[in-house]
């Protein structure tokens, strides 16, 4: 089992940046054996992929959000961090860290494709 623990949210003035970290735990969890991948949730609407990293630290990101956030990993720290600058009133959700075993690349936007989840971690952007 791995837990997955998100933290660095908070309320942030449009323009201003924030880094949010993910956290994982567990008796036997090798956390460089994970990929990581960071979704978000606005209130009203569906959970849409954010960022993801890979094993070998290859990154994705959403069209939308490329060079503003930028996703990074620390393996001997077993943590995940997402670094969001010049942030905007539309960014403001609740944002998840995921881990997986087998999520690549190639295609790493599916939900499903993720074994462990965060509770999430509340973002609100003021204009």
């Known amino acids: 089992q791995v837990q997955l623990t998100e933290s660095g949210g908070g309320l942030v003035q449009a323009g201003g940046s924030l880094r949010l970290s993910c956290a994982a735990s567990?008796?036997?969890?090798?956390?460089?054996?994970?990929?990581m991948g960071w979704f978000r949730q606005a209130p009203g609407k569906e959970r849409e992929f954010v960022a993801f990293?890979?094993?070998?630290?290859?990154?994705e990101y959403a069209d939308s959000l490329k060079g503003r956030f930028i996703l990074s990993r620390d393996n001997a720290k077993n943590t995940a961090y997402l670094q969001m600058d010049r942030l905007k009133p539309e960014d403001t959700a609740v944002y998840f860290c995921?881990?997986?075993?087998?999520?690549?690349?190639?295609?790493?936007?599916?939900?499903?494709?993720?074994?462990?989840w965060g509770q999430g971690t509340q973002v609100t952007v003021s204009s």
């Open positions: 990293i890979s094993r070998a630290a290859n990154t």
């Open positions: 995921a881990a997986g075993r087998f999520v690549y690349a190639t295609n790493p936007r599916p939900p499903r494709q993720y074994d462990y």
């Open positions: 567990g008796r036997t969890v090798t956390f460089s054996n994970y990929a």
